[in-house]
C-alpha cells in the first residue's frame, strides 16, 4: 500500500526529555512537511523539505529539529526547548511538480503528551 | 488578519439540508485552493481542489471569487457521514509548495 506512516500513534514524554517522531512515505513525493495542530486551532507548520538534505524552518520551528537524509524519510525531534509540546503532529507529503493541483497527504499523526 | 478565515461554527443541520461554507484569503498571488476534510482526532483528508471556473464532485460544489478573495463549499442533502470539521486551504507566499490552514468549520448533521 502507498501512504504516509507515523510513528508512534502516541507518545508520553516527561518535561526534559527530547523525542523523535518518525514520518516514512512510500509515494515518491519530492516535499515533506511537519505541522503542529492544537485544540480549535488550524494547522501551523514547522518545518518543511523540498530535497533531500534540505529543509526550512515553518512558522514555528522553535524548539524543533528534523534532518532529511532520505526521501522517504523525515524525523521530527521535538526538544526540551519546545515550551508547550503537548500537540498533535502531522507529516505531509506533496508532489512538486510545480502545477497548482499538487496536493498534500498527510499521515495519521502522533498525539504527544508531556507528563 | 489571519492568512486564511474560516466561520468555526458549529453548523447543526438536519440530514438532507443544504449547508455552505465561506473562507477569505489574504494573499491576492494565491493559485491553489483546496477544501479538506478532518474527523475528530484524524488527519486532514483532500475533499477537493478548487478551480476557477467551479467544480463539482457529487453533492459537494467548491466556488472561488478571485475579485473577493473568497472560496465557497456547498454540501448539498447533507448525509450523517459529513459530519466533520471542513478545512480551507490555500498556498501562502512563496509559491505553490507552502499551503496554509484555515482552522476549520465544524458541521454536525443531525437525524
Known amino acids: 500500500d502507498g501512504g504516509i506512516t507515523q510513528s508512534p500513534k502516541y507518545l508520553f514524554r516527561k518535561e526534559g526529555q527530547n523525542v523523535t517522531l518518525s514520518c516514512e512515505q512510500n509515494?515518491?513525493?519530492?516535499?515533506m512537511y511537519w505541522y503542529r495542530q492544537d485544540p480549535g486551532q488550524g494547522l501551523r507548520l514547522i518545518y518543511y523539505s523540498q530535497i533531500v538534505n534540505d529543509f526550512q524552518k515553518g512558522d514555528i520551528a522553535e524548539g524543533y529539529s528534523v534532518s532529511r537524509e532520505k526521501k522517504e524519510s523525515f524525523p521530527l525531534t521535538v526538544t526540551s526547548a519546545q515550551k508547550n509540546p503537548t500537540a498533535f503532529y502531522l507529516c505531509?507529503?506533496?508532489?512538486?511538480?510545480?502545477?497548482?493541483?499538487?496536493?498534500?497527504?498527510f499521515g495519521p499523526g502522533t498525539r504527544l503528551t508531556v507528563l | 488578519r489571519k492568512e486564511v478565515e474560516q466561520d468555526p461554527g458549529p453548523f447543526n443541520v438536519p440530514e438532507g439540508a443544504t449547508v455552505a461554507f465561506n473562507c477569505t484569503y489574504s494573499?491576492?498571488?494565491?493559485?491553489?485552493f483546496f477544501w479538506y476534510r478532518q474527523d475528530c482526532r484524524k488527519e486532514p483528508k483532500l475533499l477537493m481542489s478548487?478551480?476557477?471556473s467551479g467544480n463539482e464532485d457529487g453533492r459537494f460544489t467548491a466556488q472561488l471569487n478571485r475579485a473577493s478573495q473568497y472560496i465557497s463549499l456547498l454540501i448539498r442533502d447533507s448525509k450523517l457521514s459529513d459530519s466533520a470539521t471542513y478545512l480551507c486551504?490555500?498556498?501562502?507566499?512563496?509559491?505553490?509548495?507552502?499551503?496554509?490552514f484555515g482552522a476549520g468549520t465544524r458541521l454536525a448533521v443531525h437525524p
Open positions: 478548487v478551480y476557477s
Open positions: 494573499n491576492s498571488a494565491s493559485q491553489s
Open positions: 509515494l515518491n513525493h519530492d516535499a
Open positions: 505531509a507529503s506533496r508532489t512538486t511538480s510545480g502545477s497548482s493541483t499538487d496536493t498534500q497527504y
Open positions: 486551504v490555500v498556498n501562502g507566499l512563496g509559491g505553490y509548495n507552502k499551503l496554509i
